[in-house]
């Protein structure tokens, strides 16, 4: 892993947008079933964002997941419960709210954090109940997992009802460690970093936002009349020190969450400008690409309603027609793991030459090793994150990073799709055997 301080040593959030990862696949494979390996994404974006597009390309998918966290792997199964969600106990705006509050606030709303106690106390039922697992999520396979690591599972999910840690002020030692004597100055530089590293890659994410998240760790406020004043438990986690085991806050304070569903969209209309300024901020984007997610995973087609341009106004789609039955699961599934477990998983024979796509962050990487070679399909597609939005890293560093990545694509018999850039958030190679 890059030592980068403000990264942390928790991948709560991804630093490239969410893709469909289906939409990469190769022609070859149109129409087909296919495996896909999400490696260290940090979140559930690829995944849920793959998932509710489907129907655009009938065909059953299977996910394996990948995580090198317990703890972060935890908050990837509270995102699939989430999705899951019958609109009977939560509708879809309620659903998009509690979905980018959890993804990316150390503090949230009373609302969210009773959402979140409930969905570790089913969480919990389902990680130590096999049976009970899959009868309310068919799905989802937690058959990989070892008996200790579905332990540690629960043990997060039980810090996640009884943790009383003050969130906040484990942010602000984060922030004092990594800023040191520059701390009282940490908005102006929070602002240069903007400014300088964000703006050029990510130009509709607004200064106010950015900062605002950089000195206070909240992201996303939906509901702007509401308190956000309640610890976000999931954004938690237990760090070994001499003194013994500390819990803090423990991931990234430089980049955020906004990157992974507020720079892109389908509907132009979300980047357009008044004034020579972004009507939409990132964190807007952000919604109304979480409503289409769930919209589409519900109800099988296209989410289309149109934003409300009006400058400070929400988005039209907040009152569009809510989904009124259980989402449609559509025809896939998920298998996680941890790292420690994807060795095996690769030797397996009914593994081999059996990925059709793969996606491997930038902190995971290193495990893009010979071996997976042996399990790509012929044309897969290799996708890696790169190092273009870790804003502590240096254009040069960024830019080796981007020739080791491609050696190492180079390794597994993997070339790029197009020239690779330092500014591209992600690169494809594809499986060209000889």
């Not at 986690?237 to 569903?261: C, K, N």
């Not at 793991?337 to 995971?364: C, D």
Request: hydrophobic share 45%.
């Amino acid at each position: 892993r890059m030592a980068v301080e403000g990264l942390g040593s928790q991948n709560w959030w991804g630093f490239s947008p969410a893709v469909d990862l289906a939409g990469v696949c190769a022609t070859e494979h149109e129409g087909k079933e296919i495996n896909v390996l999400v490696v260290g994404a940090g979140d559930a974006r690829h995944v849920l964002r793959t998932m509710s597009r489907i129907h655009r390309r009938p065909r059953k998918i299977n996910f394996y997941i990948v995580e090198q966290s317990i703890a972060v792997l935890a908050r990837q199964l509270l995102f699939l419960a989430l999705a899951w969600e019958p609109a009977a106990s939560l509708g879809l705006q309620d659903k998009a709210d509690l979905f980018l509050e959890i993804l990316g606030d150390i503090q949230v709303r009373a609302k969210t954090a009773e959402y979140i106690r409930a969905a570790a106390t089913r969480l919990i039922k389902l990680v130590t109940d096999p049976d009970r697992a899959k009868a309310e999520l068919p799905q989802l396979s937690l058959g990989q997992l070892k008996y200790r690591e579905r332990d540690e599972l629960e043990a997060v999910f039980k810090a996640w009802r009884a943790d009383k840690t003050d969130i906040t002020a484990a942010w602000d030692q984060r922030l004092r460690l990594f800023y040191k004597g520059r701390y009282d100055a940490r908005s102006n530089l929070a602002d240069w970093d903007h400014a300088m590293r964000l703006l050029p890659l990510a130009p509709n994410v607004a200064q106010r936002e950015f900062v605002y998240w950089r000195v206070n760790g909240v992201a996303f406020r939906p509901r702007v009349d509401a308190p956000y004043d309640v610890t976000n438990p999931t954004l938690l986690s237990a760090r070994a020190t001499p003194r013994g085991p500390e819990v803090g806050y423990h991931g990234d304070i430089v980049t955020g969450p906004l990157v992974a569903f507020g720079t892109e969209a389908e509907n132009p209309k979300l980047f357009e400008k008044r004034n020579h300024n972004y009507i939409k901020s990132s964190a807007e984007v952000s919604m109304y690409n979480a409503l289409a997610m769930f919209y589409e995973l519900g109800r099988g087609r296209a989410y289309d309603a149109e934003p409300d341009m009006d400058d400070g106004k929400p988005l039209k789609g907040l009152t569009i027609e809510e989904v009124d039955a259980a989402p449609a699961f559509p025809d896939c599934s998920i298998t996680v793991l941890t790292a420690a477990s994807l060795p095996a998983l690769l030797k397996r024979e009914a593994m081999h030459k059996a990925v059709h796509v793969a996606h491997f962050s930038n902190s995971t990487v290193h495990l893009l090793t010979p071996a997976l070679a042996d399990v790509l399909a012929p044309h897969a597609r290799v996708c890696t994150e790169t190092a273009a939005f870790l804003l502590e890293l240096k254009a040069d560093v960024q830019a080796q990073f981007v020739g080791k990545v491609t050696g190492m694509a180079g390794s597994v018999k993997c070339r790029p799709t197009k020239p690779p850039t330092d500014k591209d958030p992600m690169l494809v190679f594809e499986h060209a055997p000889e």
